[in-house]
Nanobody, 117 residues
């Protein structure tokens, strides 16, 4: 299985922006579905956004219109552009890669996003 490494997290003020990156160390990235999940303190992990290997996207209602997921298979990287950040966006964000056909799934180590004034 591949290795996923997230980066781009940090401390940001409300209304600010961050861009998360997830580098996929895999032989083939084009066949993988990708997603971003997040987990706030004492909360369960929740879906943020997904993008299929074909480029179809899906977003949680709480982030739709503010976050954008994208992928660059040549760079083996998936991005999450986060705009208009709110306090409630504070969480550890995890990158996910999966291929049901190949019975493959991998998770990154997580990157902390903290929205605070």
């Amino acid at each position: 299985q591949g290795q996923l490494v997230e980066s781009g997290g940090g401390l940001v003020q409300p209304g600010g922006s961050l861009r998360l990156s997830c580098q996929v160390s895999a032989r083939v990235t084009g066949i993988l579905n990708m997603g971003w999940y997040r987990q706030a303190p004492e909360k369960e992990r929740e879906l943020v956004a997904t993008i299929t290997y074909g480029g179809s996207t899906n977003y949680a209602d709480s982030v739709r219109g503010r976050f954008t997921i994208s992928r660059d298979d040549r760079k083996k990287t998936v991005y999450l552009q986060m705009n208009s950040l709110k306090f409630e966006d504070t969480a550890v964000y995890y990158c996910n890669a999966n291929s049901p056909r190949l019975a493959y799934e991998a998770w990154g180590q997580g990157t902390q996003v903290t929205v605070s004034s």
